[in-house]
């Protein structure tokens, strides 16, 4: 969980290209399945660090020693991912 925070953190700051963030924030163009919808990576990332929004998320990423603080703490919330 935590190397998946750290580089979330990476993308957010925009260091890995735009098409990584794209993917990160879920924005992909086409159809979707059937079924129940899937769980986007960024719901993960918002439920591990329990900040509320993504203009929160980001804001903090930016500051790599916030991102750092907030990363070694992570939620103990169990998901099913």
């Known amino acids: 969980m935590q190397q998946k ?3 979330a ?3 957010l700051r925009g260091s890995s290209g735009r098409n990584a963030l794209v ?3 879920g924005k992909i163009r086409g159809k979707r ?3 129940r919808p899937r769980r986007m990576s960024f719901d993960n990332v918002r ?3 329990m900040l509320k929004d993504y203009n929160e998320v980001k804001r903090n990423a930016g500051d ?3 991102w750092r ?3 070694r703490q992570p939620s103990t919330e169990e998901d099913d991912t």
């Open 5 to 7: 925070l750290a580089y």
């Open 23 to 25: 993917i990160l924030e």
């Open 64 to 66: 790599r020693e916030a």
């Open 69 to 71: 603080a907030i990363t």
């Open 9 to 11: 953190g990476h993308v």
């Open 47 to 49: 439920q591990w660090t």
């Open 33 to 35: 399945a059937k079924g």
